[in-house]
């Protein structure tokens, strides 16, 4: 379940209230087609009172190939007139039978108890837009990282172009056992921009993605660890970081210290390279400081576990503010 237990419930619902909304507006249609030819309604009973008669006819035994061979054409007589009926009103029976946004499943998210496609698609969306929610997923993409600001310096060029590069083949090559990634560098040199880039990618490609600021995640977890008696029934930040396919943790370093976040974002980490579960970390801290903050346990795993891309440049605010200062001249 990479997309989380309330992605998955969201969706789940959406899908309930569409099927709902369909079958009730086809039951309309066909309500005011019965007022408007009664005989309908009386034929449509006495097909459903032939099918009835089958299974009737194969309890009760004697001859019951005629007698099924009888309510068979009995019942083609019926759908016929049925059918008449729906012309001389100018239907058909599609149009008084449920419209469902997905045909295969009709709506219930399963086809021969496999999750349908549309669920699926659902769930992406559901996922890209509460993400789009609070960062800007559509601007932050690979088209848009411009390697202009580093054009004055060769080796950050080439550096950068190199780290784009790598970025695009890890969203082409994306598993669910795809490797961990390590963004260093200070800040303003696009490690957010690009780990934007690969979540908006891996969502469309079908994976369940969670993004969010090293410190949005330990306000939530220490939160959490207060309110988790009281809803003990409700998937904590915790859970979710554990199960997502690609967890994108930004600014590792820029949170609050506390003993506790401390000890759970070593359990998350830990625990998803045991279970070899991607995670891309950005941070602006050196692993000598990585290892002070966090202990040498932590950072062992970073160091062993991640590949490493190291950012070079100037920061982009800096030379934004020359871009315009130049513009004005």
Do not use: W
């Not at 097909?47 to 004697?62: D, E, F, P, T, Y």
């Not at 021969?112 to 509460?130: H, N, P, V």
């Not at 490797?179 to 979540?199: E, M, Y």
Request: one cysteine or more.
């Amino acid at each position: 379940m990479g997309f989380g237990k309330k992605i998955y419930e969201e969706a789940r619902t959406e899908l309930e209230r569409r099927r709902q909304t369909a079958e009730a507006a086809a039951n309309e249609r066909l309500e005011r087609f019965y007022e408007r030819c009664p005989e309908a309604r009386d034929t449509r009973s006495a097909i459903a009172g032939n099918a009835a008669g089958v299974a009737k006819a194969v309890v009760q035994g004697g001859n019951v190939r005629a007698e099924i061979k009888k309510l068979q054409d009995r019942a083609r007589e019926l759908n016929a007139e049925y059918d008449r009926l729906l012309t001389k009103a100018g239907l058909t029976r599609e149009e008084i039978s449920p419209q469902y946004t997905c045909p295969h499943c009709k709506d219930t998210g399963f086809v021969d108890g496999r999750l349908c496609d549309c669920f699926r698609q659902l769930q992406r969306s559901i996922a890209y837009e509460k993400l789009s929610m609070d960062v800007p997923l559509e601007k932050s993409t690979f088209s848009s990282f411009d390697l202009s600001y580093y054009k004055d310096d060769p080796k950050a060029y080439r550096q950068m172009e190199t780290i784009l590069q790598t970025c695009k083949n890890y969203v082409e090559r994306f598993r669910k056992n795809s490797s961990s990634l390590l963004f260093k560098g200070n800040t303003g040199l696009g490690k957010t921009h690009l780990s934007l880039a690969i979540a908006g990618e891996v969502i469309a490609k079908g994976f369940g993605v969670i993004y969010g600021s090293a410190q949005s995640f330990a306000v939530s977890l220490e939160k959490e660890r207060f309110d988790r008696r009281e809803q003990e029934d409700v998937e904590d930040t915790h859970s979710q970081l554990l199960s997502c396919d690609l967890l994108i943790l930004d600014d590792l370093g820029a949170e609050f210290p506390s003993a506790y976040v401390s000890a759970a974002l070593y359990d998350i980490l830990n625990s998803r390279m045991l279970a070899d579960k991607p995670t891309i970390i950005s941070t602006n801290l050196s692993m000598k400081e990585l290892q002070d903050r966090y202990g040498e346990r932590l950072a062992s795993r970073i160091a062993g576990y991640y590949g490493k891309l190291e950012f070079l440049g100037n920061d982009h605010r800096t030379e934004d503010q020359k871009r315009r200062q130049e513009a004005k001249k």
